[in-house]
């Protein structure tokens, strides 16, 4: 079983910047794809980005390319999220996922339903 632990949200400024930490426990995520999913309130939960085990292959959504990155360190068992040049839209609990190990270092999910382990989310809130 993993265990996800997410870090890093906080309250900031419009065009401000944070930096989001997910931890992974309990085994290893090293040939996991890795995802930050986002829920702002009364809203779905969204896919923001997501990148392959062999961090070849990343994947953002329109809202967030140019703005976001996402990284990850195998060695580390941990997952970033870079983000820059924040607007009040981007608030919302984030939450960083993981699907099971797969073979193509290339694969990306896209779809919540492919992650199977789930932290408990952090706030970001971004102030006009």
């Known amino acids: 079983q993993v265990q996800l632990v997410e870090s890093g949200g906080g309250l900031v400024q419009a065009g401000g910047s944070l930096r989001l930490s997910c931890a992974a426990s309990?085994?290893?995520?090293?040939?996991?794809?890795m995802g930050w999913f986002r829920q702002a309130p009364g809203k779905e939960r969204e896919l923001v980005g997501a990148?392959?085990?062999?961090?070849?292959?990343?994947y953002y959504a329109d809202s967030v390319k140019g703005r976001f990155t996402i990284s990850r360190d195998n060695a580390e068992n941990t997952v970033f999220l870079q983000m820059n040049s924040l607007k009040p839209e981007d608030t919302a609990v984030y939450f960083c996922?993981?699907?099971?190990?797969?073979?193509?270092?290339?694969?990306?999910?896209?779809?919540?339903?492919?992650?199977?382990?789930w932290g408990q989310g952090t706030q970001v809130t971004v102030s006009s």
């Open positions: 990148i392959s085990w062999s961090a070849s292959i990343t």
């Open positions: 996922a993981g699907t099971g190990s797969v073979p193509n270092r290339w694969y990306v999910a896209t779809r919540r339903d492919d992650y199977n382990y």
């Open positions: 309990g085994r290893t995520v090293s040939r996991a794809v």
